[in-house]
């Protein structure tokens, strides 16, 4: 685990989704010069989902074999197949539509009218997730709430470190909607490239203590770490 940051640092949100869009192009396109189908975690939030959108209409998005990556998300919030509040449904005519990405590629959560129980779509996504934990993932996308936290690990959670799962049923959320699903700390922190998304003058209290290195109970941000980079996306604004 590489302890220090890069944060790279733009004008405005949109420019700071651009930034992140173009690095996201260079690096899936350098893992499949390398040989390996990139193993990527998308994230949901206004930020996250401009990234996907940069993507899907960058001209530079032609160079990556796009049948040739998987995609998965950090978190999603329990509503029904197609529900415009889905991280996964935010995504679809930006990017997944945008780019022709193959429906084999996507793995998305279960939803709330598959007929699981929460519980049990944490432990269907597990089994989801697994062969890509085996590979290990290159990208992870995290958008970063103005408490501090990441896909939906909120604060003050008393299993935020040591969960023991790699996939977590999340009840009473203060972001809504209440119930959610969401990856660990634990397993966030085996990824290859962990990228923060945190703009904007409501998330500076959260870039202050991701810099600042709070425990996980202040601001989940601060303690998710890639193996090789961690990189926070962040602008002006946020800055102060
Ligand atoms: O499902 C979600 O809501 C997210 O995945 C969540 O973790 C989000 O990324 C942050 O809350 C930042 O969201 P904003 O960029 O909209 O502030």
Same mark, same amino acid.
């Given at each position: ?10 004008? %405005?949100?949109?420019?700071? $989704?651009? *930034? ?45 074999? +796009? %049948?040739?990556? !998987? ?6 919030? +329990?509503? /029904?197949?197609? @529900? *415009?509040?889905?991280? !996964? ?12 990405? /193959?429906? !084999? ?21 597990? $089994?989801?997730?697994? /062969? $890509? ?13 103005? !408490?501090? @936290?990441?896909? %939906? ?28 699903? %969401? ?22 209290? *959260? ?8 425990? *996980?109970?202040? $601001? ?21």
């Amino acid at each position: 685990m590489t302890a220090a940051r890069e944060i790279v640092i733009s004008e %405005s949100l949109d420019a700071a $989704a651009v *930034a992140a869009a173009e690095r996201f192009i260079r690096v899936l396109t350098e893992v499949q010069a390398a040989g390996r189908a990139p193993q990527v975690v998308l994230t949901g939030g206004t930020l996250g989902i401009k990234v996907l959108e940069a993507t899907g209409s960058s001209a530079a998005a032609s160079r990556v074999d +796009w %049948s040739n990556v !998987d995609l998965y998300w950090g978190d999603e919030r +329990w509503m /029904p197949n197609g @529900h *415009a509040d889905r991280n !996964d449904e935010q995504a679809r005519e930006g990017f997944l539509e945008a780019l022709s990405i /193959p429906t !084999d590629r996507i793995h998305r959560f279960p939803a709330s009218d598959d007929g699981l129980t929460l519980d049990e779509a944490a432990v269907r996504y597990s $089994a989801t997730i697994a /062969p $890509a934990m085996l590979a290990g993932f290159d990208v992870v996308f995290l958008g970063v709430g103005p !408490d501090g @936290h990441v896909a %939906s690990l909120f604060p003050a959670r008393p299993d935020l470190t040591d969960a023991t799962d790699p996939v977590i049923a999340v009840r009473n959320s203060p972001k809504p909607p209440p119930e959610r699903l %969401s990856l660990t700390i634990p397993l966030i922190n085996t990824a290859h490239r962990v990228w923060l998304l945190c703009t904007g003058a409501p998330k500076r209290e *959260a870039y202050a203590n991701v810099l600042a290195n709070v425990g *996980a109970e202040t $601001a989940p941000a601060a303690v998710v770490r890639g193996t090789d980079e961690t990189v926070i996306f962040a602008d002006t604004e946020v800055l102060g």
